[in-house]
């Protein structure tokens, strides 16, 4: 069964820096990709995306502090996010869609159809 396996997440304190990561499967190598999460009393929304020919969309909360990212070789999608604040803290999820664009952007990332389990940020003030 495919699933996407994310790493990273922790605690940092406000203006820190973390990197998230999501092991892919092969069938996904040049997949819509994307970042969401879900803050504490939140609806879940995403944060990033990246299609299959590496264009990037960012939320505008996030532009200029998060870069989402993918090591091709070692099919590995990365979120690095700087300058944390404390409305970053949530479970984030690694998503992907089946297609290699990625309509809507990082708008639509919350309802693709594989998503991983999760995983905790937290950032302290």
């Known amino acids: 069964q495919e699933q996407l396996v994310e790493s990273g997440g922790g605690s940092a304190q406000a203006g820190g820096s973390l990197r998230l990561s999501c092991a892919v499967p092969?069938?996904?190598?040049?997949?819509?990709m994307g970042w969401l999460r879900q803050g504490p009393g939140k609806e879940r929304e995403g944060v990033a995306s990246?299609?299959?020919?590496?264009?990037?969309t960012y939320a505008d909360s996030v532009k200029g502090r998060f870069t989402i990212s993918k090591d091709n070789a070692r099919n590995v999608l990365y979120l690095q996010m700087n300058n944390l604040k404390p409305e970053d803290s949530g479970m984030y999820y690694c998503?992907?869609?089946?297609?290699?664009?990625?309509?809507?952007?990082?708008?639509?990332?919350?309802?693709?159809?594989?998503r991983g389990q999760g995983t905790q940020v937290t950032v302290s003030s």
């Open positions: 998503a992907a869609e089946g297609i290699p664009f990625c309509p809507g952007g990082y708008r639509n990332v919350a309802s693709f159809g594989l």
């Open positions: 092969d069938t996904y190598a040049r997949a819509c």
């Open positions: 990246r299609d299959g020919n590496g264009g990037t």
